[in-house]
Nanobody, 125 residues
Framework: QVQLVESGGGLVQAGGSLRLSCAAS????????MAWFRQAPGKEREFVSG????????DYADSVKGRFTISRDNAKNTVYLQMSSLKPEDTAVYYC??????????????????WGQGAQVTVSS
């Protein structure tokens, strides 16, 4: 099993920045890819960004390209999502997820095996 704990959410004004963290514990050697998803009220969970646990393979949703950056610190078993130039439409609960399957970094939520509890990000206009 892998446990994921997010932190760093909060309230920020439009144009501001936040950094989310996702700390992984347990059988982290089984992780192949990590990703961030978000879900706004009344909407489906959507892919935001992902990368291979070993590094590389980064991918971003078009809506966040140039504004969000995913990174990891393997020594800390932590993945980060640096969010800049935030917009009100970025408001959502953000989840980190881990996938054990070797291959591409999947953008589909159902491909992921483990999920964190979620962190609320609210961007005011």
């Amino acid at each position: 099993q892998v446990q994921l704990v997010e932190s760093g959410g909060g309230l920020v004004q439009a144009g501001g920045s936040l950094r989310l963290s996702c700390a992984a514990s347990g059988r982290t050697f089984s992780i192949y890819a990590m990703a961030w998803f978000r879900q706004a009220p009344g909407k489906e969970r959507e892919f935001v960004s992902g990368m291979r646990w070993s590094g590389g393979g980064t991918d971003y949703a078009d809506s966040v390209k140039g504004r969000f950056t995913i990174s990891r610190d393997n020594a800390k078993n932590t993945v980060y999502l640096q969010m800049s130039s935030l917009k009100p439409e970025d408001t959502a609960v953000y989840y980190c997820a881990a996938d054990r399957a070797i291959g591409l970094v999947p953008p589909r939520a159902r491909a992921y095996d483990y999920w964190g509890q979620g962190a609320q990000v609210t961007v005011s206009s």
